[in-house]
């Protein structure tokens, strides 16, 4: 019962948390429309963001070493908690891009530090469902964060200190919670070729999974805005996106498991991309079925990196697992900087609905490479596929939770074991 007491407390922490980031991404675009901020700009600023949280998968783990898991989560929450009021402090471009770069590391550190605390108080039998529960509390934190885009008046400091709240309270779970202080979560990485030449699919697939993704995080807001939505509206939008990403994702990869993975992700990928394009007609007749389109492009779009992921685990060796899905988290999180980069510069000299062709291309670009890798490859035999596992480019500790990583564990264990046994 205290484990899962603490399993939940731990939740709750971290659904608060992503409620207040929630908030400051899609508060960030529209605020910096009203401050006169080009796309350009905020698609900068929007890449800083996940160039923050790259970085801190290498920066964070050396901190946890040196001080614990307690103070470096306590410091990064505080941190993050003052980079949101640092927005609507000072609202500069450069003020916002650092702010949000630090941000992106504190995000990632925090993720690292949740995840390995839930793979301590995790049983083995509880592995999976709890992994599932805590990809779930993901989206509802960051589809909360949506809603409250509505709590407050965007032209004032009200919201960005909304956001700041959420964040110091999400801290106060957490850091009550008794938990066993975990091991540290070494972030191991595939080399790129030897990735590549297991799965090319996988590699396209997250890379571009990224792009597009990272595109509409940083940037739909923005988008949105910009063709005449309200706050109501833009709200909606994002809201129905993640709301779609929730209720479809596990049907499609649970679909994943009974055929062919290459062919859903390539139809998935497909699906995304119309879903993107044929927005651009939607909103020649009405502006608000915009919000149609994202429902309709989260619930394939959000799937894009799990199956990737899932896809490139079935041509890795089980002890090799981790650390290719580790090496597809970085090539998620480098699409994730290039999206908004070039999506903001097109926005600017084309238009806002730019974006939209720009998150159809990026979902078409892996579809269409998926159905070449069909023609030139055989399939994985079904009985030897690999289950499906939801997944978010979250942090590397998030992998330690996977089913079949403990496993491979506990089957090292036994391998380790067993000489020992013949030499009595």
């Given at each position: 019962?205290?484990?899962?007491?603490?399993?939940?407390?731990?939740?709750?922490?971290i659904?608060?948390?992503?409620?207040g980031?929630?908030?400051?991404?899609?508060?960030?675009?529209?605020?910096?429309?009203?401050?006169?901020?080009?796309?350009?700009?905020?698609?900068?600023?929007?890449?800083?963001?996940?160039?923050?949280?790259?970085?801190?998968?290498?920066?964070?783990?050396?901190?946890?070493?040196?001080?614990?898991?307690?103070?470096?989560?306590?410091?990064?929450?505080?941190?993050?908690?003052?980079t949101v009021l640092?927005?609507?402090?000072?609202?500069?471009?450069?003020v916002?891009?650092?702010?949000?770069?630090?941000?992106?590391?504190?995000?990632?550190?925090?993720?690292?530090?949740?995840?390995?605390?839930?793979?301590?108080?995790?049983?083995?039998?509880?592995?999976?469902?709890?992994?599932?529960?805590?990809?779930?509390?993901?989206?509802i934190?960051?589809?909360?964060?949506?809603?409250?885009?509505?709590?407050?008046?965007?032209?004032?400091?009200?919201?960005?200190?909304?956001?700041?709240?959420?964040?110091?309270?999400?801290?106060?779970?957490?850091?009550?919670?008794?938990?066993?202080?975990?091991?540290?979560?070494?972030?191991?990485?595939?080399?790129?070729?030897?990735?590549?030449?297991?799965?090319?699919?996988?590699?396209?697939?997250?890379l571009?999974?990224?792009?597009?993704t990272?595109?509409?995080?940083?940037?739909?807001?923005?988008?949105?805005?910009?063709?005449?939505?309200?706050p109501?509206?833009?709200?909606?939008?994002?809201?129905?996106?993640?709301?779609?990403?929730?209720?479809?994702?596990?049907?499609?990869?649970?679909?994943?498991?009974?055929?062919?993975?290459?062919?859903?992700?390539?139809?998935?990928?497909?699906?995304?991309?119309?879903?993107a394009l044929?927005?651009?007609?939607l909103?020649?007749?009405?502006?608000?079925?915009?919000?149609?389109?994202?429902?309709?492009y989260?619930?394939?779009?959000?799937?894009?990196?799990?199956?990737?992921?899932?896809?490139?685990?079935?041509?890795?060796?089980?002890?090799?697992m981790?650390?290719?899905?580790?090496?597809?988290q970085?090539?998620?999180?480098?699409?994730?900087?290039?999206?908004?980069?070039?999506?903001?510069?097109?926005?600017?000299?084309f238009?806002p609905?730019?974006?939209?062709?720009?998150?159809?291309?990026?979902?078409?670009?892996?579809?269409?490479?998926?159905?070449?890798?069909?023609?030139?490859?055989?399939?994985?035999?079904?009985d030897?596929?690999?289950?499906?596992?939801?997944?978010?480019?979250?942090?590397?500790?998030?992998?330690?939770?996977?089913?079949?990583?403990?496993?491979?564990?506990?089957?090292?264990?036994?391998?380790t074991?067993?000489?020992a046994?013949?030499?009595?």
């Amino acid at each position: 019962m205290r484990s899962i007491v603490s399993i939940t407390t731990l939740l709750v922490g971290i659904a608060l948390m992503l409620a207040g980031n929630g908030l400051i991404g899609t508060l960030l675009g529209v605020r910096g429309g009203l401050e006169g901020f080009s796309s350009t700009i905020l698609g900068m600023v929007m890449a800083g963001y996940f160039s923050g949280f790259v970085a801190g998968t290498f920066i964070v783990p050396r901190m946890i070493r040196g001080t614990g898991h307690v103070r470096t989560f306590a410091a990064l929450a505080s941190i993050c908690s003052v980079t949101v009021l640092l927005h609507g402090l000072y609202p500069n471009p450069l003020v916002w891009f650092v702010a949000r770069a630090v941000a992106g590391v504190c995000i990632v550190g925090i993720y690292i530090v949740i995840e390995s605390w839930l793979n301590e108080q995790t049983t083995n039998e509880q592995r999976g469902h709890i992994f599932s529960a805590y990809m779930t509390t993901t989206l509802i934190g960051l589809g909360i964060g949506q809603v409250l885009l509505l709590a407050g008046d965007i032209n004032t400091l009200q919201l960005f200190a909304l956001a700041s709240v959420l964040m110091s309270i999400g801290l106060v779970p957490v850091a009550l919670t008794r938990v066993k202080e975990p091991p540290i979560v070494e972030a191991h990485r595939l080399g790129l070729r030897k990735l590549y030449e297991a799965s090319p699919l996988g590699v396209v697939g997250a890379l571009f999974a990224g792009v597009g993704t990272g595109a509409f995080w940083g940037l739909a807001p923005v988008m949105a805005a910009g063709i005449g939505l309200n706050p109501s509206g833009i709200s909606g939008f994002m809201s129905l996106s993640i709301l779609g990403g929730a209720i479809v994702m596990w049907p499609i990869g649970l679909l994943s498991d009974r055929l062919d993975r290459r062919k859903v992700l390539a139809w998935v990928c497909l699906a995304t991309g119309i879903a993107a394009l044929g927005a651009l007609w939607l909103i020649t007749w009405d502006s608000r079925l915009i919000l149609v389109a994202g429902l309709l492009y989260g619930a394939t779009g959000f799937s894009m990196y799990s199956l990737s992921a899932s896809h490139t685990n079935d041509h890795i060796a089980s002890e090799h697992m981790l650390e290719a899905t580790s090496s597809l988290q970085l090539l998620y999180g480098s699409g994730a900087i290039a999206g908004p980069l070039f999506a903001g510069f097109l926005m600017e000299w084309f238009g806002p609905t730019t974006l939209l062709a720009f998150m159809g291309v990026a979902a078409l670009v892996p579809a269409g490479f998926a159905r070449w890798r069909m023609w030139v490859r055989p399939p994985v035999p079904l009985d030897e596929q690999g289950d499906w596992v939801p997944q978010f480019a979250t942090s590397p500790a998030a992998l330690e939770m996977y089913p079949e990583a403990e496993e491979e564990d506990e089957s090292d264990a036994v391998s380790t074991e067993q000489p020992a046994d013949e030499t009595r």
